[in-house]
C-alpha cells in the first residue's frame, strides 16, 4: 500500500501562486506514476497533472502554461504543484494520486487540500 499527505493549500488572491506537496509513503518502489486532482463543489473530480515515473508529463487543458508538476529533488517520493497565476475558478479541495501495477492497476489517495482563489 502507499500513504500520501498532501500540504500546501489556502487562501490566495487571483494572480497569485501556491506550491503544493505530495509526500508518498509505504510502498513507494512500486509507484508507476502521481498525479493532482482537483474537486469544486457541485462538480466532479477533474484531473490537473500527472507525472509518470521515467518523468512525462500530462497536464489538464485549463491549468497549461500556469501549472507545473514535478519531483521534488530533495525529498525522495514527494510531488509538487507549482500554481502561477491563479484564477478564481482554481478553487477546489486538490487531491494527490498514485497509481501502481500489482496483478491488476491500483490506486491511492490523499486526504485533499483546499486551495481558494479570491477575487
Known amino acids: 500500500q502507499v500513504q500520501l499527505v498532501e500540504s500546501g493549500g489556502g487562501l490566495v488572491q487571483a494572480g497569485g501562486s501556491l506550491r503544493l506537496s505530495c509526500a508518498a509513503s509505504g510502498n513507494t518502489l512500486s509507484i508507476n506514476d502521481m498525479g493532482w486532482y482537483r474537486q469544486a463543489p457541485g462538480k466532479q473530480r477533474e484531473l490537473v497533472a500527472t507525472?509518470?515515473?521515467?518523468?512525462?508529463?500530462?497536464y489538464a487543458d485549463s491549468v497549461k502554461g500556469r501549472f507545473t508538476i514535478s519531483r521534488d529533488n530533495n525529498a525522495k517520493n514527494t510531488v509538487l504543484l507549482q500554481m502561477n497565476s491563479l484564477k478564481p475558478e482554481d478553487t477546489a479541495i486538490y487531491y494527490c494520486?498514485?497509481?501502481?501495477?500489482?496483478?491488476?492497476?491500483?490506486?491511492?489517495w490523499g486526504q485533499g487540500t483546499q486551495v481558494t482563489v479570491s477575487t
Open positions: 494520486n498514485a497509481r501502481w501495477f500489482f496483478l491488476y492497476w491500483r490506486e491511492s
Open positions: 507525472i509518470g515515473s521515467a518523468g512525462s508529463t500530462t
